[in-house]
T-cell receptor, first 115, second 114 residues
Framework: GAVVSQHPSWVICKSGTSVKIECRSLDFQATTMFWYRQFPKQSLMLMATSNEGSKATYEQGVEKDKFLINHASLTLSTLTVTSAHPEDSSFYIC???????????FGQGTRLTVV | AQSVTQLDSQVPVFEEAPVELRCNYSSSVSVYLFWYVQYPNQGLQLLLKYLSGSTLVESINGFEAEFNKSQTSFHLRKPSVHISDTAEYFCAVSDYTGFQKLVFGTGTRLLVSP
């Protein structure tokens, strides 16, 4: 299966600052990556679909200007949380769909804490 | 739109005992069903999936799940658990437009004690 690396695994930042989270597909080229968010004791919720070389597609209710997604290469997608606030504290996880499109492979996730 | 309900947030069980983790879903269209497992400090890993065919699907480490369309359920079972099965288990569903957009349940933490 695909190996997906996410960095950092955890980060603490001050309110008002921006945080960048990286998602790398280590062993194959991924034209599409997905970003999920999980609040405590809630489901993982799809935030956006990251498409290589084009604009990301955001799910309803997700602010595209706050959660900037860049998919500049076939192996790297980044999620930048801009002007972070405590309510943005959450677990962010990316996924990549395998080449045969039958399985999603996940990174280990990033726990963001905004203080 | 689909939704997934995992009623049990935590299931404690003794080693070698059987376990069932419940998952119910709702959808107006046909769906694919998945169970993912997350070990501490790791990403989600696919445990098993139902796409079509036999309603009973099995994983390589002894877990099985049965798709029950009439009850809209996809419960996960294992006849004898090990300490190493301690993890968070997520049930997920996607519709026939693709496997990419997964709708997850809230997860069930399986705690296996000696």
């Amino acid at each position: 299966g695909a190996v997906v690396s996410q960095h950092p695994s955890w980060v603490i930042c001050k309110s008002g600052t921006s945080v960048k989270i990286e998602c790398r597909s280590l062993d194959f080229q991924a034209t599409t990556m997905f970003w999920y968010r999980q609040f405590p004791k809630q489901s993982l919720m799809l935030m956006a679909t990251s498409n290589e070389g084009s604009k990301a597609t955001y799910e309803q209710g997700v602010e595209k200007d706050k959660f900037l997604i860049n998919h500049a290469s076939l192996t790297l997608s980044t999620l930048t949380v801009t002007s972070a606030h405590p309510e943005d504290s959450s677990f962010y996880i990316c996924s990549v769909v395998g080449q045969v499109n039958t399985e999603a492979f996940f990174g280990q996730g990033t726990r963001l804490t905004v203080v | 739109a689909q939704s997934v309900t995992q009623l049990d947030s935590q299931v404690p069980v003794f080693e070698e005992a059987p376990v069932e983790l419940r998952c119910n879903y709702s959808s107006s269209v046909s769906v694919y069903l998945f169970w993912y497992v997350q070990y501490p400090n790791q990403g989600l890993q696919l445990l098993l999936k139902y796409l079509s065919g036999s309603t009973l699907v099995e994983s390589i480490n002894g877990f099985e799940a049965e798709f029950n369309k009439s009850q809209t359920s996809f419960h996960l079972r294992k006849p004898s658990v090990h300490i190493s099965d301690t993890a968070e288990y997520f049930c997920a569903v996607s519709d026939y437009t693709g496997f990419q957009k997964l709708v997850f349940g809230t997860g069930t933490r399986l705690l296996v004690s000696p």
